[in-house]
Protein backbone atom coordinates (compact mmCIF):
# COMPACT_ATOMS: atom_id res chain seq x y z
CA UNK A 1 0.00 0.00 0.00
CA UNK A 2 1.30 3.47 -1.15
CA UNK A 3 3.21 5.65 1.88
CA UNK A 4 2.72 9.15 2.40
CA UNK A 5 4.31 12.36 3.01
CA UNK A 6 2.49 13.23 6.59
CA UNK A 7 3.92 15.93 8.51
CA UNK A 8 6.04 14.78 11.31
CA UNK A 9 4.13 17.25 13.79
CA UNK A 10 1.08 14.23 13.26
CA UNK A 11 3.68 11.16 13.92
CA UNK A 12 4.24 9.54 17.36
CA UNK A 13 7.74 7.89 18.00
CA UNK A 14 6.04 5.33 20.61
CA UNK A 15 3.11 4.46 18.28
CA UNK A 16 5.45 4.40 15.23
CA UNK A 17 7.41 1.61 17.12
CA UNK A 18 4.29 0.00 18.14
CA UNK A 19 2.80 -0.02 14.68
CA UNK A 20 6.14 -1.79 12.97
CA UNK A 21 6.84 -4.29 15.21
CA UNK A 22 2.76 -5.40 14.42
CA UNK A 23 3.71 -5.35 11.11
CA UNK A 24 6.88 -7.05 11.48
CA UNK A 25 4.98 -9.78 13.61
CA UNK A 26 1.92 -10.11 11.01
CA UNK A 27 4.40 -10.38 8.08
CA UNK A 28 5.47 -13.76 10.00
CA UNK A 29 2.45 -14.94 11.14
CA UNK A 30 0.80 -14.83 8.03
CA UNK A 31 3.08 -17.60 6.83
CA UNK A 32 2.71 -19.88 9.79
CA UNK A 33 -1.52 -18.78 10.28
CA UNK A 34 -2.87 -17.93 6.83
CA UNK A 35 -6.17 -18.29 7.49
CA UNK A 36 -6.65 -15.20 10.38
CA UNK A 37 -5.05 -12.13 11.59
CA UNK A 38 -4.25 -10.98 14.84
CA UNK A 39 -6.52 -8.20 16.10
CA UNK A 40 -5.48 -8.58 19.81
CA UNK A 41 -4.30 -5.03 20.98
CA UNK A 42 -0.87 -4.30 22.33
CA UNK A 43 0.30 -4.25 25.88
CA UNK A 44 1.71 -0.86 27.50
CA UNK A 45 2.82 -2.09 30.32
CA UNK A 46 3.70 0.81 33.19
CA UNK A 47 3.35 -1.50 36.55
CA UNK A 48 0.18 -0.15 38.18
CA UNK A 49 -1.36 0.93 34.86
CA UNK A 50 -1.60 -1.04 32.05
CA UNK A 51 -2.51 0.24 28.71
CA UNK A 52 -3.94 -2.03 26.17
CA UNK A 53 -3.59 -0.39 22.52
CA UNK A 54 -6.22 -1.42 19.74
CA UNK A 55 -4.62 -3.28 17.06
CA UNK A 56 -5.80 -1.00 14.60
CA UNK A 57 -6.58 3.25 15.09
CA UNK A 58 -5.27 6.34 13.29
CA UNK A 59 -5.01 7.58 9.99
CA UNK A 60 -6.23 5.59 7.79
CA UNK A 61 -5.21 5.87 3.83
CA UNK A 62 -8.25 8.48 2.50
CA UNK A 63 -6.92 10.45 5.53
CA UNK A 64 -3.18 10.37 4.69
CA UNK A 65 -4.12 10.54 1.36
CA UNK A 66 -6.13 13.94 1.72
CA UNK A 67 -3.23 15.62 4.32
CA UNK A 68 -0.33 15.19 1.56
CA UNK A 69 -2.95 16.39 -1.38
CA UNK A 70 -3.34 19.57 1.35
CA UNK A 71 0.14 20.41 2.68
CA UNK A 72 1.57 19.44 -1.03
CA UNK A 73 -0.55 22.31 -2.57
CA UNK A 74 0.25 24.73 -0.02
CA UNK A 75 3.99 24.44 -0.52
CA UNK A 76 3.75 24.45 -4.19
CA UNK A 77 1.25 27.53 -4.63
CA UNK A 78 3.22 30.27 -2.15
CA UNK A 79 0.97 33.71 -1.99
CA UNK A 80 -1.86 31.90 -3.30
CA UNK A 81 -5.37 31.81 -1.66
CA UNK A 82 -6.23 28.16 -1.01
CA UNK A 83 -9.73 26.71 0.42
CA UNK A 84 -11.23 23.60 1.56
CA UNK A 85 -14.81 23.60 0.52
CA UNK A 86 -14.97 22.01 4.20
CA UNK A 87 -13.45 20.65 6.77
CA UNK A 88 -11.07 18.31 5.16
CA UNK A 89 -11.77 15.57 7.70
CA UNK A 90 -13.02 15.91 10.91
CA UNK A 91 -10.47 16.51 13.28
CA UNK A 92 -9.98 20.09 14.74
CA UNK A 93 -6.38 19.89 15.43
CA UNK A 94 -5.82 18.67 11.68
CA UNK A 95 -7.76 21.23 10.55
CA UNK A 96 -6.38 23.98 12.74
CA UNK A 97 -3.07 23.47 11.39
CA UNK A 98 -4.02 24.13 8.40
CA UNK A 99 -5.88 27.23 9.12
CA UNK A 100 -2.29 28.08 10.27
CA UNK A 101 -0.55 27.33 7.12
CA UNK A 102 -3.39 30.15 5.84
CA UNK A 103 -5.96 27.26 4.64
CA UNK A 104 -9.52 28.34 4.82
CA UNK A 105 -12.87 26.61 4.50
CA UNK A 106 -15.42 27.68 2.84
CA UNK A 107 -18.13 26.30 4.63
CA UNK A 108 -18.43 24.36 7.99
CA UNK A 109 -19.02 20.79 8.43
CA UNK A 110 -23.16 21.21 8.68
CA UNK A 111 -22.42 22.80 4.99
CA UNK A 112 -23.08 26.48 6.64
CA UNK A 113 -21.46 29.21 4.20
CA UNK A 114 -18.47 30.33 6.14
CA UNK A 115 -17.26 32.53 3.10
CA UNK A 116 -19.24 33.80 0.06
CA UNK A 117 -18.62 31.73 -2.79
CA UNK A 118 -18.98 35.18 -4.87
CA UNK A 119 -15.54 36.23 -2.75
CA UNK A 120 -13.29 33.42 -3.62
CA UNK A 121 -11.10 33.96 -7.37
CA UNK A 122 -10.51 32.44 -10.29
CA UNK A 123 -6.79 32.28 -9.55
CA UNK A 124 -7.69 30.92 -6.10
CA UNK A 125 -7.74 27.01 -5.33
CA UNK A 126 -10.48 25.07 -4.06
CA UNK A 127 -10.22 21.86 -2.62
CA UNK A 128 -12.80 18.66 -2.26
CA UNK A 129 -11.84 17.08 1.15
CA UNK A 130 -11.94 13.77 2.16
CA UNK A 131 -15.68 13.10 2.34
CA UNK A 132 -15.89 14.24 -1.15
CA UNK A 133 -18.34 16.55 -2.97
CA UNK A 134 -21.90 16.80 -4.44
CA UNK A 135 -21.80 17.02 -8.35
CA UNK A 136 -23.87 20.19 -7.58
CA UNK A 137 -21.51 21.74 -5.95
CA UNK A 138 -18.68 20.33 -8.27
CA UNK A 139 -20.57 21.82 -11.58
CA UNK A 140 -20.65 25.23 -9.15
CA UNK A 141 -17.64 25.18 -9.16
CA UNK A 142 -16.12 23.98 -12.62
CA UNK A 143 -18.64 26.60 -13.89
CA UNK A 144 -16.40 28.93 -11.44
CA UNK A 145 -13.54 27.91 -13.65
CA UNK A 146 -12.29 25.93 -10.74
CA UNK A 147 -10.12 22.67 -11.61
CA UNK A 148 -11.87 20.20 -9.07
CA UNK A 149 -10.04 17.19 -10.78
CA UNK A 150 -6.77 18.78 -10.02
CA UNK A 151 -7.40 19.43 -6.44
CA UNK A 152 -9.58 16.47 -5.12
CA UNK A 153 -8.70 14.68 -1.88
CA UNK A 154 -12.16 12.57 -2.07
CA UNK A 155 -11.06 9.27 -0.39
CA UNK A 156 -10.40 6.86 -2.75
CA UNK A 157 -12.77 4.12 -0.93
CA UNK A 158 -15.84 6.91 -0.73
CA UNK A 159 -15.42 6.92 -4.83
CA UNK A 160 -15.57 3.34 -4.70
CA UNK A 161 -19.27 3.31 -2.99
CA UNK A 162 -19.93 5.82 -5.65
CA UNK A 163 -18.81 3.29 -8.31
CA UNK A 164 -20.81 0.62 -6.81
CA UNK A 165 -23.79 2.87 -7.16
CA UNK A 166 -23.13 3.13 -10.68
CA UNK A 167 -23.18 -0.86 -11.11
CA UNK A 168 -26.16 -0.99 -9.16
CA UNK A 169 -27.96 1.47 -11.35
CA UNK A 170 -26.58 0.18 -14.62
CA UNK A 171 -28.71 -3.38 -13.88
CA UNK A 172 -31.85 -1.10 -12.73
CA UNK A 173 -31.54 -1.23 -9.29
CA UNK A 174 -32.55 1.41 -6.63
CA UNK A 175 -30.02 2.29 -4.38
CA UNK A 176 -30.27 2.41 -0.95
CA UNK A 177 -27.64 4.34 1.15
CA UNK A 178 -26.89 3.51 5.05
CA UNK A 179 -25.51 6.58 6.63
CA UNK A 180 -26.09 9.71 8.51
CA UNK A 181 -28.11 12.00 5.68
CA UNK A 182 -26.18 15.38 7.23
CA UNK A 183 -23.14 14.09 7.03
CA UNK A 184 -20.45 15.31 3.81
CA UNK A 185 -19.78 12.18 2.61
CA UNK A 186 -23.30 10.75 2.65
CA UNK A 187 -24.86 13.84 0.80
CA UNK A 188 -21.76 13.40 -1.73
CA UNK A 189 -22.49 9.52 -2.27
CA UNK A 190 -26.36 10.33 -2.11
CA UNK A 191 -25.82 12.59 -4.98
CA UNK A 192 -23.91 10.46 -7.42
CA UNK A 193 -25.78 7.51 -6.56
CA UNK A 194 -28.82 9.63 -7.80
CA UNK A 195 -27.60 11.19 -10.70
CA UNK A 196 -27.92 7.43 -11.86
CA UNK A 197 -30.84 5.88 -10.46
CA UNK A 198 -33.20 6.68 -7.52
CA UNK A 199 -32.00 6.90 -4.29
CA UNK A 200 -32.80 6.72 -0.82
CA UNK A 201 -31.29 7.26 2.42
CA UNK A 202 -31.58 5.50 5.65
CA UNK A 203 -30.01 6.19 9.19
CA UNK A 204 -30.20 3.26 11.28
CA UNK A 205 -32.35 -0.11 11.80
CA UNK A 206 -35.21 2.13 12.87
CA UNK A 207 -35.63 3.87 9.50
CA UNK A 208 -34.71 0.83 7.51
CA UNK A 209 -37.61 -1.04 9.51
CA UNK A 210 -39.86 1.55 8.45
CA UNK A 211 -38.88 1.40 4.68
CA UNK A 212 -39.36 -2.60 4.71
CA UNK A 213 -42.70 -1.71 5.37
CA UNK A 214 -43.09 0.59 2.17
CA UNK A 215 -41.42 -2.59 0.49
CA UNK A 216 -43.81 -4.81 1.86
CA UNK A 217 -46.75 -2.39 1.37
CA UNK A 218 -47.96 -2.31 4.89
CA UNK A 219 -47.27 1.58 5.23
CA UNK A 220 -49.00 3.99 3.00
CA UNK A 221 -46.84 5.08 0.19
CA UNK A 222 -47.72 9.10 0.84
CA UNK A 223 -46.17 9.25 4.29
CA UNK A 224 -42.77 7.67 2.97
CA UNK A 225 -42.45 11.66 1.70
CA UNK A 226 -42.89 13.20 4.88
CA UNK A 227 -41.10 10.26 7.08
CA UNK A 228 -37.96 10.72 4.45
CA UNK A 229 -37.57 13.91 4.04
CA UNK A 230 -34.63 15.72 2.60
CA UNK A 231 -33.18 11.99 2.35
CA UNK A 232 -34.65 10.52 -1.27
CA UNK A 233 -33.30 11.72 -4.31
CA UNK A 234 -35.67 14.29 -7.12
CA UNK A 235 -38.52 12.70 -8.50
CA UNK A 236 -38.51 8.92 -6.08
CA UNK A 237 -41.89 7.39 -6.57
CA UNK A 238 -41.90 5.44 -3.37
CA UNK A 239 -44.51 2.53 -5.24
CA UNK A 240 -41.81 1.66 -8.58
CA UNK A 241 -38.48 2.83 -6.77
CA UNK A 242 -38.45 0.25 -4.25
CA UNK A 243 -39.27 -3.00 -6.09
CA UNK A 244 -35.49 -3.76 -7.04
CA UNK A 245 -32.85 -2.39 -4.20
CA UNK A 246 -29.39 -2.69 -3.41
CA UNK A 247 -27.60 -1.39 -0.35
CA UNK A 248 -24.32 0.87 -0.38
CA UNK A 249 -23.18 2.66 3.04
CA UNK A 250 -21.39 6.22 4.56
CA UNK A 251 -17.56 4.32 4.77
CA UNK A 252 -17.62 5.18 8.02
CA UNK A 253 -21.07 3.22 9.61
CA UNK A 254 -21.33 0.49 11.41
CA UNK A 255 -20.61 -2.80 10.14
CA UNK A 256 -22.76 -5.05 11.85
CA UNK A 257 -25.75 -2.09 11.35
CA UNK A 258 -25.07 -2.05 7.49
CA UNK A 259 -25.17 -6.04 7.72
CA UNK A 260 -28.50 -6.23 9.88
CA UNK A 261 -30.44 -3.75 7.11
CA UNK A 262 -28.67 -5.17 4.44
CA UNK A 263 -30.72 -8.38 5.82
CA UNK A 264 -33.98 -6.48 7.02
CA UNK A 265 -34.43 -5.18 3.44
CA UNK A 266 -34.10 -8.48 1.71
CA UNK A 267 -36.20 -10.55 3.84
CA UNK A 268 -38.94 -7.64 3.09
CA UNK A 269 -38.33 -8.30 -0.77
CA UNK A 270 -38.59 -12.26 0.09
CA UNK A 271 -41.59 -11.29 2.04
CA UNK A 272 -43.34 -9.54 -0.74
CA UNK A 273 -42.43 -11.59 -4.24
CA UNK A 274 -42.34 -14.54 -2.82
CA UNK A 275 -38.56 -15.39 -3.43
CA UNK A 276 -36.28 -18.10 -2.75
CA UNK A 277 -34.31 -16.94 0.19
CA UNK A 278 -31.18 -17.87 -1.38
CA UNK A 279 -31.43 -16.33 -4.29
CA UNK A 280 -33.31 -13.18 -3.94
CA UNK A 281 -31.31 -11.53 -7.00
CA UNK A 282 -34.06 -10.48 -9.14
CA UNK A 283 -35.10 -7.77 -6.69
CA UNK A 284 -32.69 -7.72 -4.03
CA UNK A 285 -28.78 -6.61 -5.52
CA UNK A 286 -25.76 -9.28 -4.05
CA UNK A 287 -24.11 -5.99 -2.68
CA UNK A 288 -21.05 -6.30 -1.04
CA UNK A 289 -20.24 -4.14 2.41
CA UNK A 290 -18.76 -1.33 0.85
CA UNK A 291 -17.20 -0.25 4.23
CA UNK A 292 -13.29 1.10 3.84
CA UNK A 293 -10.67 -1.42 5.30
CA UNK A 294 -10.29 0.99 8.02
CA UNK A 295 -13.44 1.21 9.32
CA UNK A 296 -13.29 -2.55 9.19
CA UNK A 297 -10.11 -2.85 10.89
CA UNK A 298 -10.46 -0.60 13.10
CA UNK A 299 -14.33 -1.43 14.43
CA UNK A 300 -12.89 -5.67 14.58
CA UNK A 301 -9.38 -4.67 16.37
CA UNK A 302 -12.12 -2.87 18.90
CA UNK A 303 -13.77 -5.80 19.29
CA UNK A 304 -11.04 -8.08 20.02
CA UNK A 305 -9.53 -5.20 23.05
CA UNK A 306 -13.30 -5.60 24.61
CA UNK A 307 -12.49 -9.23 25.03
CA UNK A 308 -9.94 -7.88 27.75
CA UNK A 309 -10.80 -7.08 31.07
CA UNK A 310 -10.93 -3.81 32.25
CA UNK A 311 -11.36 -0.87 33.97
CA UNK A 312 -12.67 1.38 30.82
CA UNK A 313 -11.87 3.00 27.89
CA UNK A 314 -10.69 5.49 26.03
CA UNK A 315 -11.49 6.88 22.68
CA UNK A 316 -9.29 9.95 21.01
CA UNK A 317 -11.18 11.70 18.13
CA UNK A 318 -13.05 14.83 16.71
CA UNK A 319 -16.50 15.19 18.30
CA UNK A 320 -18.41 15.27 14.55
CA UNK A 321 -16.18 12.51 13.42
CA UNK A 322 -18.93 9.57 12.36
CA UNK A 323 -16.14 6.67 12.74
CA UNK A 324 -14.78 7.35 15.93
CA UNK A 325 -18.49 8.03 17.43
CA UNK A 326 -18.92 4.22 16.26
CA UNK A 327 -16.11 2.75 18.01
CA UNK A 328 -17.07 4.60 21.55
CA UNK A 329 -20.21 3.08 20.41
CA UNK A 330 -18.66 -0.39 20.55
CA UNK A 331 -16.92 0.49 23.75
CA UNK A 332 -19.73 1.86 25.52
CA UNK A 333 -22.10 -1.16 25.36
CA UNK A 334 -19.10 -3.28 27.49
CA UNK A 335 -17.76 -0.91 30.27
CA UNK A 336 -17.29 3.08 30.98
CA UNK A 337 -16.23 4.90 28.13
CA UNK A 338 -15.18 8.16 27.61
CA UNK A 339 -14.57 9.95 24.49
CA UNK A 340 -12.24 12.70 24.36
CA UNK A 341 -10.69 15.32 21.76
CA UNK A 342 -7.44 14.92 23.11
CA UNK A 343 -5.26 14.95 26.24
CA UNK A 344 -6.50 18.59 27.64
CA UNK A 345 -9.72 16.75 28.44
CA UNK A 346 -8.42 14.63 31.05
CA UNK A 347 -7.98 17.31 33.64
CA UNK A 348 -6.78 15.33 36.21
CA UNK A 349 -6.75 12.16 37.59
CA UNK A 350 -10.43 12.99 39.32
CA UNK A 351 -11.83 14.24 36.20
CA UNK A 352 -12.50 14.08 33.03
CA UNK A 353 -14.46 16.05 30.16
CA UNK A 354 -15.30 13.79 27.07
CA UNK A 355 -18.49 13.97 24.57
CA UNK A 356 -21.93 12.29 24.75
CA UNK A 357 -22.24 11.65 20.83
CA UNK A 358 -25.82 11.33 21.12
CA UNK A 359 -27.03 14.14 22.62
CA UNK A 360 -23.86 15.75 21.07
CA UNK A 361 -22.95 17.53 24.54
CA UNK A 362 -20.07 17.15 26.61
CA UNK A 363 -19.62 15.65 30.48
CA UNK A 364 -18.28 15.85 33.12
CA UNK A 365 -16.97 12.47 35.33
CA UNK A 366 -15.40 12.73 38.80
CA UNK A 367 -13.20 10.26 40.17
CA UNK A 368 -13.18 7.93 36.39
CA UNK A 369 -9.86 6.28 37.52
CA UNK A 370 -10.47 3.40 40.02
CA UNK A 371 -8.32 3.64 43.10
CA UNK A 372 -6.63 0.25 42.34
CA UNK A 373 -3.92 -1.45 40.56
CA UNK A 374 -3.04 -1.90 38.23
CA UNK A 375 -5.33 0.40 36.55
CA UNK A 376 -6.05 -1.21 33.29
CA UNK A 377 -7.05 0.84 30.22
CA UNK A 378 -8.54 -0.22 26.57
CA UNK A 379 -7.52 2.68 24.18
CA UNK A 380 -8.04 3.76 20.45
CA UNK A 381 -8.48 6.20 17.85
CA UNK A 382 -10.48 7.24 15.21
CA UNK A 383 -8.86 7.30 11.53
CA UNK A 384 -8.95 11.23 11.21
CA UNK A 385 -6.83 11.12 14.38
CA UNK A 386 -2.92 12.19 14.64
CA UNK A 387 -0.76 9.34 16.63
CA UNK A 388 0.42 12.22 18.47
CA UNK A 389 -2.57 12.91 20.10
CA UNK A 390 -2.69 9.04 21.09
CA UNK A 391 0.82 9.67 22.84
CA UNK A 392 0.18 12.65 24.47
CA UNK A 393 -2.89 10.92 25.99
CA UNK A 394 -0.66 8.22 26.97
CA UNK A 395 1.83 10.67 28.53
CA UNK A 396 -0.85 12.42 30.39
CA UNK A 397 -2.28 9.47 31.79
CA UNK A 398 0.83 7.72 32.76
CA UNK A 399 1.83 11.14 34.69
CA UNK A 400 -0.95 9.96 37.61
CA UNK A 401 0.95 6.71 38.64
CA UNK A 402 4.30 5.98 39.82
CA UNK A 403 4.96 4.15 36.37
CA UNK A 404 8.02 1.54 35.99
CA UNK A 405 9.45 3.12 32.73
CA UNK A 406 9.10 6.22 30.47
CA UNK A 407 7.30 6.79 27.05
CA UNK A 408 11.09 7.07 26.05
CA UNK A 409 11.88 3.52 27.53
CA UNK A 410 8.94 1.63 26.34
CA UNK A 411 9.37 3.16 22.92
CA UNK A 412 13.01 1.81 22.93
CA UNK A 413 11.95 -1.30 23.94
CA UNK A 414 10.00 -1.85 20.95
CA UNK A 415 12.22 -0.96 18.70
CA UNK A 416 14.80 -3.19 19.84
CA UNK A 417 12.49 -6.55 19.85
Not at 46 to 61: N, S, W
Not at 76 to 93: A, D, T, V, W, Y
Not at 103 to 111: A, E, I, N, P, S
Not at 232 to 258: P, W
Request: neutral net charge; proline residues 5%.
Amino acid sequence: MKSFDVPIIYRSPLISAIKKKRKDEDRLKKSALPAGRDFNPTLLDFGPLQIFLARHFGFCYGVENAIEIAYQTVEQNPGKRIFFLSEMIHNPHVNGDLREHGVKFLQDTHGRQLIPFEDIQPDDIVLIPAFGSTLEMEKKLQGKGFATEKYDATCPFVARVWSRSQSLAEKDYSIVIHGKPEHEETKATLSHASSNAPAVVVRNMKQAAALSKYITGEKDPALFYEEFNGQYSQNFDSTKDLQRIGVVNQTTMLASETQAIADLLKQAMIKKYGLNNANPEEHFADTRDTLCYATNDNQTAVSAMLQTPADLAIIIGGYNSSNTSHLAELCEKKLPAYFIRDEEKIISDKEIIHYNFHTKEELTTKNFLPEKYPVKILLTSGASCPDSLVEKVIEKITGFFPVNKTIKELTRSFLSK
